[in-house]
């Protein structure tokens, strides 16, 4: 026979009711051991399947991280040729601006040379 841990917190007088079965005791560990087994099987279960799922977003992000990662290496080649067009751009503004400036001083020596000499005229159009 097994009594009650907390048999004095019952205030009871009839010490039969304290009496525990070990028949039934025994029933009542086998049935919340199987509780636990199934618990147990179902959160195996479930750890796999986030196992599963985690490794199957690890390979997306992995691939999502290489398309980006060769769409940052074009973009940054498109800079380079941007630049090196800015640069080429802002060179012919420059030589345009002083062919602005020569022009007019290559007219005026043009007028002081002999009429067969001079040049044809120069112009941008």
């Given at each position: ?10 205030d ?16 009542l ?18 750890q796999?399947?986030l ?9 997306v ?62 112009s941008?159009?």
């Amino acid at each position: 026979m097994f009594y009650p841990i907390l048999k004095s917190s019952i205030d009871m007088k009839d010490d039969n009711l304290y009496l525990m079965q070990p028949d039934r005791l025994v029933k009542l560990a086998d049935v919340f051991k199987n509780h636990l087994s199934i618990c147990a099987f179902n959160v195996t279960k479930d750890q796999e399947a986030l196992s599963t799922e985690i490794k199957h977003l690890d390979f997306v992000i992995e691939l999502l991280m290489q398309n980006y990662i060769e769409k940052q290496k074009k973009y940054a080649k498109y800079c380079e040729q941007m630049k090196a067009v800015n640069d080429l751009n802002v060179s012919v503004k420059k030589i345009r601006r002083n062919m602005d400036e020569i022009l007019p001083m290559i007219k005026s020596i043009n007028e002081f040379l002999p009429e067969e000499d001079r040049l044809e005229e120069f112009s941008f159009e």
